[in-house]
């Protein structure tokens, strides 16, 4: 499960220059919870109904009655997502048990006005039924974002970090220097990619090295292994440093 999550990591630049990463929620998962919120609220809507029928209905009537419950009807629908996501979780029950929550796109909580930003354009996004406006939303941004989010500037992301999966191989690379001159961006996304490497399977690492074979000129667990020695490289090039220092956030890759 970890590893498969790990392709949703969505870097953000916060307004001070840092980076933080959000690994942020599809729409099937986002789907289940919203469904497990559906059948929360027709439980409470059945367990109040049964209440006033046997509480409030001899003593108001059935109009009385009838008008109550759809105003409670009325405040639950618009406002049982404010009250959760800008809460202490930042998630509904639905949310929570999927292992989700609403954050802000600057990684911190929803705040009560962007709560009922989001949650008051649901309306658009379930237009024309089903929350297709906002399923097609999602599929077309790369946080996965509604309308509703892309207004108030949140996201929805997994709450629990993943295990660190246990390698199956461990590569040992020794430092070497590209065979070629590499752009900025080159250097970022092999930096990023011994940073992000713990937390694949061996297979997703050995799919994404094959990608780099025009660089590393070797298939496999040796493209592998030569592009993490240019990564270390990348790291602290050997004219500038003295004894290896250990590589961060990647244990199963030594120099």
Not at 117 to 142: A, H
Not at 146 to 166: K, M
Request: hydrophobic share 45%; aromatic share 8%.
């Amino acid at each position: 499960m970890a590893a498969a999550r790990a392709d949703t990591l969505q870097p953000v630049e916060l307004a001070d220059g840092v980076e933080i990463q959000l690994r942020v929620a599809g729409p099937a998962v986002r789907s289940m919870a919203y469904t497990i919120d559906l059948l929360v609220r027709l439980g409470i809507y059945l367990g109040v109904w049964i209440a006033a029928l046997f509480l409030v209905l001899p003593g108001i009537g059935m109009e009385l009655t009838g008008g109550l419950m759809l105003l409670f009807m009325f405040f639950m629908e618009w406002f049982y997502n404010v009250i959760f996501e800008a809460g202490a979780k930042g998630a509904t029950p639905g949310q929570r048990s999927m292992k989700l929550r609403v954050m802000s796109m600057t990684g911190g909580p929803v705040t009560l006005a962007q709560a009922v930003m989001r949650n008051f354009l649901r309306v658009v996004d379930f237009m024309p039924g089903l929350y297709l406006t906002g399923i097609v939303c999602m599929l077309f941004t790369k946080r996965f974002q509604r309308l509703g989010d892309l207004v108030a500037n949140t996201v929805v992301t997994y709450a629990d970090p993943p295990p660190s999966p246990t390698p199956a191989v461990e590569i040992r690379a020794e430092r070497r220097a590209p065979a070629q001159v590499l752009t900025r961006e080159e250097q970022s996304a092999l930096l990023q990619f011994i940073e992000r490497a713990p937390l694949w399977a061996d297979e997703r690492r050995l799919e994404l090295s094959t990608l780099a074979e025009p660089l590393t000129h070797a298939p496999g667990t040796e493209g592998l292994r030569r592009l993490c020695g240019m990564a270390l490289w990348l790291q602290e090039p050997e004219d500038k440093r003295g004894t290896p220092p250990p590589l961060k956030g990647a244990p199963l890759f030594r120099s």
